[in-house]
T-cell receptor, first 117, second 114 residues
Framework: GAVVSQHPSWVICKSGTSVKIECRSLDFQATTMFWYRQFPKQSLMLMATSNEGSKATYEQGVEKDKFLINHASLTLSTLTVTSAHPEDSSFYIC?????????????FGNGTRLTVT | DQQVKQNSPSLSVQEGRISILNCDYTNSMFDYFLWYKKYPAEGPTFLISISSIKDKNEDGRFTVFLNKSAKHLSLHIVPSQPGDSAVYFCAASVLNSGNTPLVFGKGTRLSVIA
């Protein structure tokens, strides 16, 4: 089945620094990837939809200048948390469907645990 | 406003018994529903799905039931095994509306006791 790889799996950074998270589709091409965030004991909340070759679409309340998304190829999307603050500490997960299958289940990466000190 | 609700944050079941996880939704446009299983520090793994043209879908030990009139679905696991212990997320979307994301519930933590 479709495999989505996410890196790094965990990262600790200091407040004010930036962190880049990579999401790769390993055995398929993904024109669209979705970035979710999960706080403890909360649901997976959609942050943004990443579209290959165009600007990402952000959900209401998500700062596009803070969470920079780049989807430069059909197999790679990156999320950069800029000027990170402790409240950005969360579990970030990317997901994608196989190409040409809009109705198939989303496949998720293993997530990135971000801790901002 | 949560469109997908899992009102039980946790559930404990004896090994071999049936586990029933419930999910309610409010958006009547949803017509495709999925269950995901998640272990700590890992991404969710797809388990089973059902579209609104069906009221039941079965895959091995997992069965999902859909009651459209009540906007309710449930996941049955029988027999439950200790390895089933995880957080289960209910998710919903609208089919045939393009490559759309899923809307998730808050999850139910299932503990299967040996």
């Amino acid at each position: 089945g479709a495999v989505v790889s996410q890196h790094p799996s965990w990262v600790i950074c200091k407040s004010g620094t930036s962190v880049k998270i990579e999401c790769r589709s390993l055995d398929f091409q993904a024109t669209t990837m979705f970035w979710y965030r999960q706080f403890p004991k909360q649901s997976l909340m959609l942050m943004a939809t990443s579209n290959e070759g165009s600007k990402a679409t952000y959900e209401q309340g998500v700062e596009k200048d803070k969470f920079l998304i780049n989807h430069a190829s059909l197999t790679l999307s990156t999320l950069t948390v800029t000027s990170a603050h402790p409240e950005d500490s969360s579990f970030y997960i990317c997901s994608a469907r196989g190409q040409g299958s809009d109705n198939s289940p989303l496949h998720f990466g293993n997530g990135t645990r971000l801790t901002v000190t | 406003d949560q469109q997908v609700k899992q009102n039980s944050p946790s559930l404990s079941v004896q090994e071999g018994r049936i586990s029933i996880l419930n999910c309610d939704y409010t958006n009547s446009m949803f017509d495709y529903f999925l269950w995901y299983k998640k272990y700590p520090a890992e991404g969710p793994t797809f388990l089973i799905s059902i579209s609104s043209i069906k009221d039941k879908n079965e895959d091995g030990r997992f069965t999902v039931f859909l009651n459209k009139s009540a906007k309710h679905l449930s996941l049955h696991i029988v027999p439950s095994q200790p390895g089933d212990s995880a957080v289960y997320f209910c998710a919903a979307s609208v089919l045939n509306s393009g490559n759309t994301p899923l809307v998730f519930g808050k999850g139910t933590r299932l503990s299967v006791i040996a």
